[in-house]
């Protein structure tokens, strides 16, 4: 008598994975993938070696997700799930239904059939690779593909930039468990090539502007406007982080979870043309120099024309139409900030700037330079000029800087060197001659 197995009880039982080669119309169960990667198969008879999965469980999942990911330019291979103790009568029957379709067959074999993941396509553009991302992970706090879509954030994560809109998340990560709370979710390559998750959680902390930002220390105007508006209004140099050089930047900061980010400003270019309109030449100086731009008559997509202010956004890497609020803090701005030009330095050199709050109401030729907060481009002359102020590129220079200038000239350079040359010169001790007898 056949020494048969006693099935296991209901809910207990675990499935199996059987494999249908079409080409050789010959059905195998899975016994797992060995180290290069390929498919480990056995024959479906009782009692084989083959790998027990739960359907429900995350490695299944992922054992699915690698194996079409490896396969899937691979139409010859079908999977099904079966339960373990009916494994070879069921890959009988996918062979018999292979060689000899039948309307009942058909179906009964579709139940089985392990559906292909719904892998997502590397468009151009896309600075990562949707399929490299581990979704299953990204699930257990709240976050999926269909999410990302449905509210239109799949392509611009996928991109590089961080969601426009917000998540709601929880759950436990990497064995520290999250409180319920609202992220963004941007995505960066970690240094072994694996693309990571990051969220931003909205930061309180109210003094982040009134302290440096990569040795930039930002004037009252300058907060202002990173609070309004989200941008700076203007170019800062800041000591780039990963170089330690000296970088010219637009900073913008991001309006709900209140980030800092910055990008270079000889990364970016002007482009020609906005919604249907030439950017002139003036504007496009606008735009460089971190102003927000009124364009107008612009052609939007729904067919309407209208104005709009637009800006370069640090956090949007690029021009962006700036919201209703955003406008209104513009304006506001504007109104408030009296714009005075021809005010003279400490070296009675002139600089463009902005009249101080406490300032304001008086007439130009009463304005003081103690008055006055120095423009972007005319920042680094007065902390020269009027403060004695040195940086590396300055602090061996006698004559004052020039409007707008902000490192010595060539000719400036040479005299620097010639008078250090000489400051070394009177320096040395001099030979002495020796005694006379």
């Given amino acids: 008598m056949a020494n048969r197995?006693?099935?296991p009880a209901e809910g207990l039982e675990k499935d199996v994975l059987l494999v249908l080669?079409?080409?050789q119309g010959k059905v195998s169960a899975v016994k797992g993938i060995d180290k290069d990667g390929n498919l480990q198969t056995v024959p479906p008879t009782q009692?084989?070696?083959f790998m027990q999965v739960d359907k429900n469980g995350d490695v299944f999942s992922n054992f699915i997700s690698n194996f079409f990911r490896k396969f899937q330019d691979t139409s010859g291979l079908e999977?099904?799930?079966?339960?373990?103790s009916e494994a070879e009568q069921q890959a009988r029957a996918i062979e018999d239904n292979h060689r000899n379709p039948t309307p009942e067959g058909s179906k009964r074999t579709e139940m089985l059939r392990v559906p292909k993941p719904d892998f997502h396509e590397f468009k151009q553009g896309y600075r990562f690779d949707p399929a490299r991302i581990d979704w299953e992970n990204l699930k257990k706090v709240g976050i999926t593909a269909d999410t990302l879509k449905n509210t239109k954030d799949f392509d611009r994560v996928m991109r590089g930039y961080k969601s426009r809109n917000t998540y709601t998340v929880s759950g436990t990560v990497g064995g520290f468990y999250l409180k319920p709370t609202d992220v963004k979710l941007s995505f960066y390559q970690a240094k072994d090539g694996t693309v990571v998750p990051k969220l931003h959680g909205v930061q309180q902390d109210e003094k982040l502007l009134q302290r440096p930002y990569n040795g930039h220390e930002f004037t009252k105007q300058?907060?202002?406007?990173?609070q309004g508006t989200g941008n700076l209004g203007g170019i800062a140099q800041i000591k780039d982080p990963k170089s330690g050089e000296q970088i010219t930047v637009f900073v913008s900061r991001d309006r709900y979870t209140h980030e800092l980010e910055y990008m270079r400003a000889d990364k970016w270019k002007c482009p020609d043309t906005i919604c249907g309109v030439k950017v002139s030449p003036e504007q496009k100086a606008a735009f460089e120099a971190g102003q927000a731009v009124k364009m107008d008559n612009l052609q939007f997509k729904d067919g309407t024309r209208r104005s709009a202010y637009l800006q370069v956004s640090?956090?949007?890497r690029g021009l962006e139409f700036l919201p209703r609020s955003a406008v209104q803090a513009l304006q506001q701005g504007q109104q408030a900030t009296q714009q005075i030009a021809g005010i003279k330095d400490g070296k009675g050199v002139e600089f463009n700037g902005h009249v101080q709050p406490g300032a304001q109401g008086k007439s130009p030729d009463k304005v003081q330079p103690k008055d006055v907060t120095p423009a972007a481009e005319s920042r680094t002359q007065v902390a020269v000029n009027s403060e004695g102020k040195t940086n590396e590129a300055t602090k061996q220079g006698k004559e004052p800087l020039k409007q707008g200038q902000q490192q010595p000239t060539a000719k400036q350079k040479e005299k620097q060197e010639k008078t250090?040359?000489?400051s070394l010169k009177a320096d040395k001790p001099k030979k002495s001659k020796g005694m006379k007898m």
């Fill in 47 to 49: 009692g084989g070696g």
């Fill in 222 to 226: 300058e907060q202002g406007n990173l």
């Fill in 420 to 422: 250090q040359d000489k």
């Fill in 5 to 7: 197995k006693t099935p």
């Fill in 314 to 316: 640090a956090v949007e």
């Fill in 21 to 23: 080669d079409k080409q």
């Fill in 79 to 84: 999977l099904f799930s079966v339960k373990a």
